[in-house]
């Protein structure tokens, strides 16, 4: 049982450094809501279309994992800026 969970744990921490370094060299996936093509058809008529109100247009959006990422460095050089 116990190497069960170890193998467990291991394969956790191998996806999670993983996907924390794809979202370092890829910032960006495509949006959920256009499927990443920045364009929201009308059901009704297939050739009127408006933007992406979610990804502005562009079909990207920046990941979760670089969101965080961004956070936690904010936060690690907010804490050791000296004040004078």
């Known amino acids: 049982m116990g190497s069960l969970i170890?193998?467990?744990?291991?394969a956790t921490a191998g996806y999670a450094t993983y996907y924390l370094g794809a979202c370092a060299i890829f910032p960006f996936g495509s949006c959920r809501r256009c499927d990443g093509t920045g364009k929201l058809r009308n059901p009704l008529s297939r050739r009127m279309f408006r933007l992406c109100p979610r990804c502005t247009g562009t079909g990207r959006r920046v990941?979760?994992?670089?969101?965080?990422?961004?956070?936690?460095?904010?936060?690690h050089r907010n804490g050791t800026r000296g004040t004078r």
């Open 6 to 10: 170890l193998l467990a744990s291991l």
């Open 63 to 75: 990941r979760v994992g670089r969101r965080i990422y961004e956070h936690f460095r904010r936060e």
